[in-house]
């Protein structure tokens, strides 16, 4: 998918990696963004709507060039919300530099009057057949869509999700990543869903990471976008050094899944295969059961699966990510 210019529905929990997918998205000559709807996860839905107004305005999208954002839902299908992911993003979900950017100069729509349902829909009519849709937290809003209009599956192009572990572990669980675990029902619901669905697993994300030297290109970049995301990284790394991966480096999820809803990544194994969200509360709840069996005999897309499942790309995404921040 190259050239043509792809109109986009973010679904995010903008978070420290949402932000970079954002930068990503927003810098891309091949995306255009037309609706943002935030969801709990790594913060409630409000604050990352607020997060996402900031960050849009820092990028120069406000008043006449402002990108429509709507708050979606606060908790999953089944639960309540968790709390966010403080530890990983920070109190204010974007490493504590929420503060220190611009006021967003527009509140975010609200279920009083736009949400962020009722956003994708509208967007689904305005964009028919063309609309793909980039979900980087948990699914809720789009298990609530489904329901809302089942008609929706007809008008998008694709949903590219960020989420799911494969074939390695989980984070949010041993066998369950966060977007995934936060709402398994709606995960479920959106992959059995008659729409082209391209997932993006732990198994690619965790292969792509940005180092210190990188964060301190972006930290010390012209763009104001670029240095906003260099300061937050901060407190990414901090947490993957001391957490995840003993080096300062951090897995590139979101905007991963950016570049490859949009062509800008090669795929080197992708098939489409039946999946699964395991719904139950054994230990394995949230995790994404993908049926690879057939893999072995006859690498390939299995007839009649609508999920591609990203299990490996081409390196170097990193370099991609930081020149589109930079010229933010
Ligand atoms: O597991 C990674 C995902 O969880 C990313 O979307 C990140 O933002 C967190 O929400
Ligand atoms: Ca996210």
């Known amino acids: 998918m190259t050239e043509t210019l792809h109109p986009v529905y973010l679904d995010c929990d903008t978070g420290i990696d949402d932000a970079l997918a954002l930068g990503h998205l927003l810098a891309s000559p091949i995306a255009e963004l037309v609706g943002v709807g935030t969801v709990h996860g790594n913060i409630d839905a409000a604050g990352a709507a607020e997060n996402t ?31 966010g992911a403080v530890a ?8 504590g530099v929420r503060a220190s950017l611009p006021e ?20 689904s009519h305005e964009y028919a057949g063309e609309l793909q849709i980039l979900a980087i937290g948990p699914l809720t809003n789009l298990a609530h869509a489904l ?12 949903v590219t999700v960020m989420g799911g572990a494969a074939l390695v572990p989980g984070n949010a669980r041993p066998a369950a990543e966060a977007n995934i675990w936060h709402d398994p029902e709606a995960a479920q619901a959106t992959v059995a869903a008659s729409w082209p669905v391209t997932l993006v697993p732990l198994d690619t994300t965790m292969e792509h990471t940005l180092d210190e ?30 957490v995840v991966l003993g080096r300062r480096a951090a897995a590139l999820h979101d905007p991963l899944a950016a570049a490859i809803m949009l062509g800008e990544v090669a795929l080197l194994d ?6 699964e969200v395991d719904c139950t509360d054994g230990p394995s709840r949230g995790s994404t059961v993908c049926d690879l069996r057939s893999q072995r005999k006859a690498p390939g897309d299995v007839p009649g699966a609508t999920v591609r499942v990203v299990l490996e790309t081409a390196p170097g995404y990193v370099d991609l990510l930081t020149e589109l921040l930079e010229s933010l």
């Open 53 to 83: 107004l900031r960050l849009l305005n820092l990028a120069g999208r406000s008043g006449d060039n402002a990108v429509p954002v709507a708050v979606g839902a606060g908790k999953p299908l089944v639960g309540e919300f968790s709390g």
């Open 88 to 95: 990983v993003h920070g109190d204010d979900g974007i490493g």
């Open 104 to 123: 967003a100069d527009a509140a975010p729509d609200t279920e009083d009057t736009e949400d962020s349902v009722d956003l994708l829909v509208r967007l």
């Open 147 to 158: 329901v809302r209009d089942p008609t929706l599956v007809d008008r998008i192009a694709g």
């Open 213 to 242: 030297t990188y964060r301190r290109r972006l930290a010390e970049a012209a763009s104001p976008y670029a240095r906003a995301c260099g300061e937050m990284l901060d407190v990414y790394l901090n947490f993957y050094e001391t």
């Open 270 to 275: 992708a098939p489409r295969v039946h999946v």
